[in-house]
């Protein structure tokens, strides 16, 4: 199948700054769908001995997502997606090469609802996909304004045509944004914010359930930025039920001054979110 596929197809995409066997990496995955590095290999002849490292830099630049497992799968993000974030800098090459990866008669692949995302340009773009999707209700929760500011017009568009709830864990950082917020306890957000797994800690940058069957958590480990999207109706209805909860009337978080409770473990602070988690808030 590889030895069909257009030459010119990757020497273009050299031109667009990959090198020979990233093309040819990339390329061999738009046709195999989904594969493993070993897969990936034997189709397109990349050296087994480089070939992870080339996934690597592939998933880095957002050309590509992978779930981890053993083995590790990896799939393309759709060609005409990595040819539009690229087009600007090599104009001349886009159009050729963008028809020739719409030859490969791309579609994602249905076998799995859990993907990781490791570029900048992958987790905007994944967000900007659900938020296109969304028709009924959106649930976000927020702990950086930087999201909520990069998706501001779309987030007025949905909030005329769709259920709109956004939870924050510091109403001062949000006041520049024109939306009703919901603010989070103390305890909630000092949860949020100290998670910790082997060792690395991890903040909770945003969360979304789209229509309650789609989202996407962004979270970050030191320098290093990655989204989970999870598009398992059962897992997202569990997420779903959980800020419904909170969201009830007498779940929301009075104002004035109020005992803070106490806890040492996550058990502890999961219970209190459930009973004393949100406060709302229009800022005009």
């Known amino acids: 199948m590889f030895s069909q596929i257009n030459p010119q197809l990757i020497s273009n995409l050299e031109k667009l700054g990959l090198t020979e066997n990233e093309a040819k990496a990339y390329v061999g995955l738009v046709c195999l769908r989904e594969a493993t590095a070993r897969e990936i290999h034997e189709l397109t002849t990349v050296p087994r001995a480089k070939i992870y490292e080339i996934l690597k830099v592939l ?20 060609p005409k997606q990595v040819i539009g974030k690229i087009k600007d800098e090599f104009l001349n090459c886009t159009t050729q090469t ?12 249905k076998t799995s609802p859990v993907w990781c995302i490791q ?6 773009n994944r967000i900007r996909e ?14 950086s304004p930087e999201f909520l500011q990069e998706f501001e017009a779309e987030l007025k568009n949905l909030e005329k045509t769709c259920r709109l709830i956004l939870i924050v864990d510091e109403l001062d950082k949000f006041r520049s944004l024109p939306f009703e917020f919901r603010e989070t306890t103390e305890e ?7 998670i910790v797994i082997d060792g690395a800690q991890y903040n909770e940058e945003l969360f979304m359930i789209a229509d309650g ?6 979270h970050s480990a030191g ?9 398992l109706p059962i897992v997202c209805y569990l997420q779903k039920m959980i800020y419904n909860r909170v969201l009830e009337p007498e779940f929301i978080k009075k104002t004035g001054s109020q005992p803070r409770p106490e806890f040492s473990t996550s058990s502890q602070a999961s219970e209190c979110l459930s009973k004393d988690s949100l406060k709302p808030e229009v800022f005009p």
């Open 59 to 78: 998933a880095k630049k957002g050309y590509l997502e992978f779930r981890q497992g053993s083995p590790t799968y990896f799939r393309a993000v759709d």
């Open 98 to 109: 963008l028809d020739q990866l719409k030859e490969l008669s791309y579609e994602l692949p």
């Open 119 to 124: 570029s900048e340009w992958g987790i905007k």
């Open 130 to 143: 659900i938020l296109d999707g969304v028709r009924e209700e959106l649930i976000i929760f927020s702990s």
């Open 188 to 194: 909630f957000k000092d949860f949020i914010n100290n």
């Open 213 to 218: 069957k789609e989202s996407i958590g962004v």
């Open 223 to 231: 320098n290093k930025r990655e989204a989970v999207v999870i598009r």
